[in-house]
């Protein structure tokens, strides 16, 4: 039982260059979520996905774009990178999305961009 | 608006020693409040939560964490601290849509 894992670990971008960031859980939770972490600013949320085949903005999606490929996968991609978009990812997932449940996060991606 | 502020954004403690880590949350209803804990490279990991009854709450590693609702407050202890504490800690409310996280405090454990 692996839980919430990220691919990649580390990652350096040119700016303008793409990239999807992938997420998978294996604990058959329906929500899933991707969230930016900076410095002083905390966890922010970039897009969400309630269940199958939805998905919705969160806090900050401007320049993202995000595919729930199935129950497991939820993937970020960048289109076209600028350098504020250096930052840690991480995905998390919950069970039903409800908001008092338990959030299990990955490892993080960490993300440069140049 | 909804919000959670973490006022300390560094903490530095003896191992041993005592610890309490604020956190002050502005929310209309009865709020869904975590305690969440991050280790250098690692993800978060609830620590412990509250959403009603029990005003004091326990949590793993030995944490506990008292909502005072005439204070919007939140706030993480802990006895006494191990040097494995130190880490990033984040408190969080369940928005409306959302969870809503502080900025974080990290802290720091003298030997």
């Known amino acids: 039982n692996a839980g919430v894992t990220q691919t990649p670990k580390f990652q350096v971008l040119k700016t303008g260059q793409s990239m999807t960031l992938q997420c998978a859980q294996d604990m058959n939770h329906n929500s899933m979520y991707w969230y930016r972490q900076d410095p002083g600013m905390g966890l922010r949320l970039i897009y969400y996905s309630a269940s199958e085949g939805t998905t919705d903005k969160g806090e900050v999606p401007n320049g993202y774009n995000v595919s729930r490929l199935n129950k497991r996968e939820f993937s970020l991609r960048l289109e076209s990178a600028a350098p504020s978009q250096t930052s840690v990812y991480f995905c998390a997932s919950s069970a039903t999305g409800a908001l008092r449940e338990t959030q299990y996060f990955g490892p993080g991606t960490r993300l440069l961009v140049l | ?111």
Not at chain 2, 6 to 28: F, K, M, W
Not at chain 2, 58 to 80: M, V
Not at chain 2, 97 to 104: A, V, W
Request: overall charge positive.
């Open chain 2, 1 to 111: 608006a909804q919000s959670v502020t973490q006022p300390d954004i560094h903490i530095t403690v003896s191992e041993g020693a005592s610890l309490e880590l604020r956190c002050n949350y502005s929310y209309g209803a009865t709020p869904y409040l975590f305690w969440y804990v991050q280790s250098p490279g690692q993800g978060l990991q609830l620590l412990l939560k509250y959403f009603s009854g029990d005003t004091l709450v326990q949590g793993i590693k030995g944490f506990e964490a008292e909502f005072k609702r005439s204070q919007s407050s939140f706030n993480l202890r802990k006895p006494s601290v191990h040097w494995s504490d130190a880490a990033e800690y984040f408190c969080a409310v369940a928005g409306t849509y959302k969870y809503i996280f502080g900025t974080g405090t990290r802290l720091k454990v003298l030997a």
